[in-house]
């Protein structure tokens, strides 16, 4: 119904299948022509033997990744150009994927660097919305390493400041760095100061994480989907709540929205202190929470992505959406994303539940949501109606349309 068997036997998504990446960084979401170029330029540390070595694009460790980020990114030297155009062939090559909407992550960062790119992003968002149709918004992120001190400096920032197509503040980095509780002021500036929607990272690596950010969040900040105000509340991966049932019943009972990222899950390994975890053990938090561990770990890393706690997920009444996170880092793309659930035990028939959980739980206007669900609505018509549609929803044709056998 949504998806064809490939040459190799997998099921493979179509691209005619409105879709949503909701988790992405914006700085690594490069193509491999422009990986290369930064290559032969000097512009990265990284060999082209990135590409074509799969080992590379493993991790034991979220350490291991982060070093692999900072290489690829370090000598970039992007210009206002660079970075619009970046951002204008990501978020087009989505769009010929399927893709109606995104949101991309930037870092925050003090000076003038900080205000040319957000106003490159932007420009690039404008660009490929011009050209495809694809809506997008900004989520400024901030980086743990840096403390919760520049987190609140960066959320009264926003606050002062409106840069166009910025709807909602995020958290990112070290889990380990110190606890999410933390954060609670800047949250709190975020959307009562800012009037942001809420993207943070959450228990990737630390399901204690997930403690924290459920008693730092501003309470108003939850079960936000049915009402009229257009902020939403999102956790992004949030993988290793699966361990308590009580964690993700809580998530559950929020109403809040998780962005999984299956690749990137995939290819970065856990750390040890949550690789110990037992069941009997009990997960606390500087917020003094305990939840008890009361399911075996899922070992989803390295081809084993069928054990990947997404369905877990859905059948505890947890709203999920797709991320592609680092497009580069993971090999990846937002198409592929929706074909590793398949993958990892989703029925293909839930599919188009993510595209409109990613829409309702969009930091979007109104008006906007109601557009995008629109299409969706359409194609799920069309579907029913046993008519479906040729193109994706901005019009784009795939060559397998022109295929005698697609299937061979």
């Known amino acids: 119904m949504y998806a064809d068997l490939d040459e190799n036997g997998k099921k493979r998504v179509k691209y005619e299948l409105p879709k949503a990446d909701m988790h992405v960084h914006i700085s690594m979401a490069w193509d491999d022509g422009r990986f290369i170029r930064a290559v032969k330029k000097g512009y990265t540390t990284l060999g082209p033997d990135f590409l074509t070595n799969r080992d ?22 992007l210009t206002p150009v660079g970075l619009s155009d970046i951002v204008q062939t990501y978020l087009q090559k989505i769009a ?43 989520v400024v ?9 520049q987190a609140e400096k960066a959320a009264q920032h926003l606050a002062k400041v409106k840069y166009r197509h910025v709807t909602a503040f995020g958290l990112v980095g070290n889990e380990e760095k110190d606890d999410f509780y933390n954060y609670a002021k800047s949250f709190k500036i975020a959307y009562n100061d800012a009037g942001l929607g809420l993207a943070p990272h959450v228990a990737e690596q630390y399901p204690a994480n997930a403690i924290g950010f459920l008693d730092a969040l501003p309470k108003e900040a939850l079960n936000q989907s049915h009402t009229t105000d257009p902020r939403r509340t999102r956790a992004g991966h949030a993988t ?4 308590s049932s ?8 929020n109403n809040i929205c998780i962005e999984s990222c299956i690749s990137s899950n995939n290819r970065i390994g856990l750390p040890q202190r949550t690789l110990n975890y037992n069941i009997g053990d009990v997960i606390g938090s500087g917020a003094d929470r305990q ?44 198409s592929k994303e ?71």
């Open 338 to 408: 929706y074909s590793q659930t398949l993958r990892a035990g989703v029925d293909q028939k839930l599919l188009l539940t993510f595209t409109e959980n990613a829409i309702k739980f969009a930091n979007i206007d109104n008006e906007t949501r109601q557009t995008l669900m629109g299409k969706v609505k359409e194609y799920e018509s069309r579907i029913k109606g046993n008519s479906p549609p040729s193109a994706t929803s901005n019009g784009y044709v795939h060559a397998s349309n022109f295929l005698t056998h697609p299937n061979r």
């Open 96 to 138: 010929q994927q399927g893709a109606i909407y995104a949101e991309i992550s930037n870092s925050f960062r003090s000076g003038s660097d900080f205000d040319w790119q957000m106003e490159a992003i932007a420009a690039g968002i404008d660009a490929a919305n011009h050209n495809t149709g694809i809506e997008s918004r900004i």
């Open 56 to 77: 590379n694009r493993y991790f034991a460790n979220l350490s291991e990744h982060h070093f692999a980020y900072e290489a690829a990114r370090k000598k970039a030297q």
């Open 246 to 253: 009580d964690l993700m019943n809580e998530f559950a009972q």
């Open 291 to 334: 939840f008890a561990v009361d399911r075996p770990l899922s070992t989803y890393f390295n081809d084993k992505i069928e054990q990947h706690p997404i369905t877990e997920f859905i059948q505890r009444g947890i709203p999920i959406c797709l991320g592609s996170d680092n497009p580069l880092l993971q090999n990846t793309n937002i």
């Open 141 to 149: 992120t901030t980086l743990r390493d840096h403390g919760h001190e």
């Open 240 to 243: 290793t709540i699966h361990l």
